[in-house]
């Protein structure tokens, strides 16, 4: 956002160590009178700063969302589709190994449960117990 955390909080900037030590502009131009006006000034532009800093902010989340949705590729599945089911852990075959299957199916989607959640159905009829979130499946092709 281009402000310090110290910046935000306190409405000034810091003066470090090193910049005591070695003479710069800040150091050698301090006076306490105009020091003392100066903070009561960016105290009263603090709430300001802090609009400014929000503003910002929303800005960027309202960017980062605009380009992750253009680049989603939305997936549905209708009534009748072969998926793929993703091996869990409960689901996993112990003796598979590090190497073993990482998709099992084919099945066949029975119906949708809500958007983005489907039932499923193995290919001799049988439905699973619980319905499975779009996360999980994948598109079989034959």
Sequence with gaps: MGETPYSLAFGAEAVIPVEVGIPTHRVDH?????????????????????????????????????????HVCERNFC???????KVLLG??????????????????????????TYRLAELNGKKLLHPWNIEHIRKYYS
Excluded: F, M
């Design 79 to 85: 009534p009748g589709d072969l998926v793929l089911r």
């Design 30 to 70: 301090y006076t306490p009178r105009q020091n003392t006006d100066q903070l009561t000034l960016s105290l009263d532009l603090l709430e300001e700063h802090h609009l400014r800093a929000a503003l910002h902010l929303t800005t960027y989340q309202q960017c980062t969302a605009r380009y992750y949705d253009q």
């Design 91 to 116: 689901t996993k075959d112990r003796t598979a190994g590090t190497l073993g299957a990482n998709w099992e199916g084919p099945y066949r989607v029975v119906d949708i449960a809500r958007p983005g």
